[in-house]
């Protein structure tokens, strides 16, 4: 288990330009400005995947839904 999690701060410290930089200790002029973060990328793009299921799978699970609830018998 410590490999593991040294491993993967190993790799998150890499990834994010070294240990200064995850403290705040680099530059205001060193800092990258008008790039996306990857954080809101990827909510974009998992956004973009929701819709487009949605719009492909959304009859089907309608008619699922419909179907489940006709089946239904009230006492």
């Given at each position: 288990?410590?490999?593991?999690?040294?491993?993967?701060?190993?790799?998150?410290?890499?990834?994010?330009?070294?240990?200064?930089?995850?403290?705040?200790?680099?530059?205001?002029?060193?800092?990258?400005?008008?790039?996306?973060?990857?954080?809101?990328?990827?909510?974009?793009?998992?956004?973009?995947?929701?819709v487009g299921?949605?719009?492909?799978?959304?009859?089907?699970?309608?008619?699922?839904?419909?179907?489940?609830?006709?089946?239904?018998?009230?006492?």
């Amino acid at each position: 288990m410590h490999r593991l999690a040294t491993l993967l701060l190993t790799a998150a410290t890499a990834a994010s330009g070294g240990l200064p930089h995850l403290l705040g200790a680099t530059a205001p002029a060193e800092r990258e400005r008008g790039d996306v973060p990857g954080w809101v990328l990827v909510t974009v793009m998992t956004a973009g995947i929701v819709v487009g299921l949605a719009a492909v799978a959304g009859p089907m699970l309608t008619e699922m839904f419909q179907g489940a609830m006709a089946a239904v018998q009230v006492p």
